[in-house]
C-alpha cells in the first residue's frame, strides 16, 4: 500500500500561472482533504470531499478549486497563482466512520 | 476565537525525561475528538494519538499519553522517556462534530531533545 501520494513534490511558479496537484489514495477512503501549511501556522482545511463526485469549502477556500472524479483522486487546481499561496500543500484522507486522517508527504509550493 | 490553542511556541527537554505539551480548545459541541500530530523536519505528518470527547479514560499509545481534562478544555500530550527522535513540531488538533472529519490545528509547539 502506497497510502496517500502527492504530485509533484515540489513546484516553482509565476504569478498568474495555473497548475493542478494530485493527490491519489489506494486505502478506498471515502473523505479527502486539502489542507495548506504556512510558517508559524497549522495546518488549515482548504476544501474536502465526501466522496466521489462531491467537493464542498473548507475555512480557506479562496483561489483554490477541486474535483473528485474518481473515488481514489483529488485534485486541487490554481487557475491564477498569487504569492500569497506560497505555501505547503498537505493531502489527507479516511474512511467513513473513520476518525484518522492519513496525510500524504507534502507539495512545497513557491509563487514569484 | 480560536478553535485549537497551542501556548509554548517552543519546549527543551532532556533526553530519558517526560515532557508536556499543552493544548487547549474551544468547541460547544458534546461530539469532538482530539489529536497529536507529529511533523519531523522532513516535514511528514505523523499521527499519534486520539481521544473522543465520550472517552471515560486517557487515551495512550507506547510512550504518548493524553492528558484529557474536559472540565478545563485541555488535551494536554505526554511523552514518557524522551528519545531524540522525539525532536519535531507537535499539532494538537479537533474534530468537531458527530461524523464530521475536519480538523482544525493549533500552531504547534517544536519540542526539542537534548542529549
Known amino acids: 500500500n502506497a497510502g496517500v501520494t502527492q504530485t509533484p513534490k515540489f513546484r516553482v511558479l509565476k504569478t498568474g500561472q495555473s497548475m493542478t496537484l494530485l493527490c491519489a489514495q489506494d486505502?478506498?477512503?471515502?473523505?479527502m482533504y486539502w489542507y495548506r501549511q504556512d510558517p508559524g501556522m497549522g495546518l488549515r482545511l482548504i476544501h474536502y470531499s465526501v466522496g466521489e463526485g462531491t467537493t464542498a469549502k473548507g475555512e480557506v477556500p479562496d483561489g483554490y478549486n477541486v474535483s473528485r472524479l474518481k473515488k481514489q483522486n483529488f485534485l486541487l487546481g490554481l487557475e491564477s497563482a498569487a504569492p500569497s499561496q506560497t505555501s505547503v500543500y498537505f493531502c489527507a484522507s479516511t474512511r467513513t466512520g473513520g476518525f484518522r486522517q492519513f496525510f500524504g508527504p507534502g507539495t512545497r509550493l513557491t509563487v514569484l | 476565537a480560536q478553535k485549537i490553542t497551542q501556548t509554548q511556541p517552543g519546549m527543551f527537554v532532556q533526553e530519558k525525561e517526560a515532557v508536556t505539551l499543552d493544548c487547549t480548545y474551544d468547541t460547544s459541541d458534546p461530539s469532538y475528538g482530539l489529536f497529536w500530530y507529529k511533523q519531523p523536519s522532513s516535514g511528514e505528518m505523523i499521527f499519534l494519538i486520539y481521544?473522543?470527547?465520550?472517552?471515560?479514560q486517557n487515551a495512550t499509545e507506547g510512550r504518548y499519553s493524553l492528558n484529557f481534562q474536559k472540565a478545563r478544555k485541555s488535551a494536554n500530550l505526554v511523552i514518557s522517556a524522551s528519545q531524540l527522535g522525539d525532536s519535531a513540531m507537535y499539532f494538537c488538533?479537533?474534530?468537531?462534530?458527530?461524523?464530521?472529519?475536519?480538523?482544525?490545528f493549533g500552531t504547534g509547539t517544536r519540542l526539542t531533545v537534548i542529549p
Open positions: 488538533a479537533m474534530r468537531e462534530g458527530p461524523g464530521a472529519n475536519n480538523l482544525f
Open positions: 486505502m478506498n477512503h471515502e473523505y
Open positions: 481521544q473522543g470527547s465520550y472517552d471515560q
